[in-house]
């Protein structure tokens, strides 16, 4: 059974500073997902990663893919207020494309 | 382009009563996804549908849990009778093959 694991699960931040969130996960994928959540709202789609080293950058936010660590890492550079929301990692199965399974979230608050 | 829809976007009853929830996809998106997401967790995958025929319904509660997409489009997914655990907020997906999932606003149910 794929587990997807994510840390830290909350996460408090001064503006301006920088953080990594970190996506571990079981088994073997090729593809990996990062979404945003904002509160009462629903998912709203991040990067899609593909294949080993594969890295996307999307404004303050980059997320990378180490398939044989099993580790995916979203680095937030300079943060702001906006970027405050939960943001979940979700990983597919290799034998079902598009059977994700996500983590539990990090709930990201940036402060002024 | 329109983008994922569901119906109710808010649901009050009473345990043991039935509820039903409605999806209509992006259109021109072949799978369909229902995931539950309980306050606090990130989204479990419940049911997925390859225009109407079922891929994976591995994690659905069958003795109380139906979902049918009859014509290939739209979705409704039903409890019956419902539990104080179903509480939580249930979302539709769809995508194009197994490509990136677009999320509808979800439907919030609350059972007391």
């Known amino acids: 059974e794929l587990k997807v694991e994510q840390n830290p699960l909350f996460l408090s931040m001064q503006e301006g500073k920088n953080y990594t969130i970190y996506c571990n996960y079981s088994?073997?994928?090729?593809?990996l997902y990062w979404y945003r959540q904002d509160p009462g709202k629903s998912l709203e789609s991040l990067f899609v990663?593909?294949?080993?080293?594969a890295v996307k950058q999307e404004g303050r936010l980059m997320a990378s893919l180490d398939t044989k660590a099993r580790l995916s890492t979203l680095h937030i550079t300079a943060a702001v207020h906006d970027l405050s929301a939960t943001y979940f990692c979700?990983?597919?199965?290799?034998?079902?494309?598009?059977?994700?399974?996500f983590g539990d979230g990090t709930t990201l608050t940036v402060k002024p | 382009e329109a983008g994922v829809a569901q119906s109710p976007r808010y649901k009050i009853i009473e345990k043991r009563q039935s509820v039903a929830f409605w999806c209509n996809p992006i259109?021109?998106?072949?799978?369909l996804y229902w995931y539950q997401q309980i306050l606090g967790q990130g989204p479990k995958l419940l049911i997925q549908?390859?225009?109407?025929?079922?891929?994976?319904d591995s994690q659905l509660p069958k003795d109380r849990f139906s979902a049918e997409r009859l014509k290939g489009v739209d979705s409704t997914l039903k409890i019956q009778p419902a539990k104080l655990e179903d509480s939580a907020v249930y979302l539709c997906?769809?995508?194009?093959?197994?490509?990136?999932?677009?999320f509808g606003p979800g439907t919030r149910l609350t059972v007391l």
């Open positions: 990663l593909l294949s080993n080293g």
């Open positions: 979700a990983v597919d199965n290799n034998t079902n494309a598009g059977k994700s399974t």
């Open positions: 549908f390859q225009n109407n025929g079922v891929v994976d």
């Open positions: 997906a769809s995508s194009s093959e197994a490509d990136t999932q677009y």
């Open positions: 259109s021109g998106h072949a799978t």
């Open positions: 088994t073997t994928s090729d593809r």
